[in-house]
């Protein structure tokens, strides 16, 4: 009697994934592959408003959201895409496009869409630059965003400071204070030698990875400006001014809020959540700080891009959805930072607590190499960043190395 | 105990139970600090230095967790799908492992040591084949696809495993059961299978969490959100620029508690099994 149910209990186990059958549709279906975290207020603006709004207005098309983890998207697309299979639309990282461009997934918008130009002309052109690839554009931007200088007014009030450093000189000779209210304080901090970190600094102090062409980085990623930014940050590293954390140690952003860093930089993202887990902090930002290149911060964000084997119309027609007014000041609502500069001067942006400081770092903020081989000469750069961070060699050797590998990358 | 209770002895055995207890501590700090995030409200940045104890412990990320679309489904998609396998795996490699250890038959070796050159292959490296070829088969965004995939990926180890066991069991027992005029299928089910139940059970346990734990092939081959695993699920609550751990961890939690008790369940046969067949293989 005890096996019999035993049986009947696997036969039930074995056919409960059985039981779910697609059932026939009339309407089209078009799946949106994104990195939104599933409990996040950005998923919700899109499952509950956005695209029931879209729905709404467009009977006969379904739109299906598919979250990812962000950290293993790209890997899992290319997987599926080199299986044949693949969403309709998707909101890539705009460090991706030109890589799947390049793959010859993705369907050239300026050749599908009659209307492409109406939408390109409505947009910041530096997030739209990341879509070009060999003289066509795949994608249009979805939403942008920057890092910015947060610093510690309560750090700065106790070390006598009077204020954020405007220019890198001026964070440099703030050390010496905020290093008197202890061992572990640091005057800067940030996560590790990727682009996302390291490149501000390159940037705002004259030095480059590449050409503006973008067809060697030798000359440019150990010219002599590059190296003077990596001796710079390997300098502070070394004397105990930026946090050890730099090199990769995992201790990011948090010291910040519990006074042991006095600076990071940091995107929109930090509002919502600074609020939610530090209540009683007070936030206070500003520009990155300057140098001989001027104030250069880097550009983040997400395009949204058309498959190849889509439902063209369908997915085009929410696409379209995206760029519009309604959508990007929605998705705003929940941090995602609209790419319509017409946009800024709505009541809302005019009247916003904070995206002033980030719009204006968006003027001169510049995109990451939008090259499809990025992902690599990013790994390229990161380590050459740790061995200059870790001292063991000199800026100049590991990015003379670095500048012949990224030239062969160039050069493929 | 053999040995005289000497002042030495009791120092040995003293130093044996500290690092012992090192061990166990290093072993359970993450789980403890998984449970304790589990009930920080907003805990978006992990503390340094670590706090073990919540100062407003809260229920609010189990009910964030529960209230999200697919996270139960999830967790009964990962039931299915692991119990499904755990019971594939362990009928066919029992069936299988039996076979290499008593039967001669042509080809024996070849194909035994074929099957276990799969356990070989990374499984990365298979990624991509493996996905045209579900493809092909119309096992992409299905669950039972997902349990073939499982099993097939688990027979090699466990089928190792359960030979060795196999063998060590005397062959006078069948021989007295044939002269009693029983078949190999009746020697199997009615013999072999009750005395191999520890080592069953290191299989049917192993083959559980392997399935219930799968994360990077649930998530390239599951596009409905309505069959995603659990692993997938509570991947998508981490976010591109910061995650609420005390969220992740409480849903990580919840994923635990099935593990533990299957543990538990089949504990006493569990440790026999893995040693079992180790100085006869």
Redesign the interface.
Known sequence: MKRKLLIAL?VV??A???G?TSARQDTVTI?F?H??????PENEMLVETLIPMFEEANPGIKVES???????FRQ?ML??L????G?DLARLDIIWSPEFAELGVLEALDEVMPDFQDYADRVFPGPLSTNSYDGHYYGLPLDTNTRILWWNAAMYEAAGIDGPPATIDELAAQCEAIKALGDDKYVFSDGGTYGWAVLPWVWSMGGDVTDPDITQASGYLNGKATVAAYEFLAEMVDNGCFSPSFLGGG?????F??DVFATVLE?P??YP?AE??YPDFEIHTSLMPAGDGGSISVVGGENIALFKGAETEAALAFLRFTQSDDYQLKMSEVGQLAVIPELIETDYFQNHPYYGTFLTQLETAKARTPHPRWTQMEEVLTEAGQLILRGEASAQEALDMAAEEIDALLAE | MIFANTRSQRGFQITILAVLCLGAVVAMAPMVYMASTAFKP???????PPTFIPDNPTLKNFE??FS???FVRAF??SL??A??TS?LVTTLTAMMAYAFARFEFRGKNPIYYSVLAMMMVPTMML??PQ??V??RLGM?D???G??LVYTAGAMAFNMFLLRGFFETLPRELEESALIDGANHFVIFARIMVPLARPALSTVAVFSFLGAWDEY?WA??VL?D???RTLP??I??????????WG?VFAASLTAVVPTILLFIFFQRYFVKGITAGALKG
Do not use: C
């Not at chain 1, 990195?35 to 996040?40: A, G, L």
């Not at chain 2, 907003?42 to 340094?48: D, I, M, R, T, V």
């Not at chain 2, 991947?235 to 609420?244: I, L």
């Open positions: 696997l186990v074995l409960i994934p059985l779910v799946e592959w990195t939104y975290n599933e409990v996040s598919v979250p990812f983890p962000y950290d293993e899992t997987t599926a080199a299986g044949g299979e969403p201790l990011g952003t948090e010291g809020f519990t995107g993202w930090w959540l939610a887990q | 907003n805990a978006y940045s992990p503390e340094f964030t967790a999200s679309r697919n009964f998609n299915g799908v119990v499904a019971a990624i991509i996905f045209m579900a493809r992409l299905s669950l039972p997902l349990v990077i998530l390239t596009t959100l309505e069959k997938v699920a991947a998508n609550f981490r976010g591109q620029h910061a995650s609420d969220l």
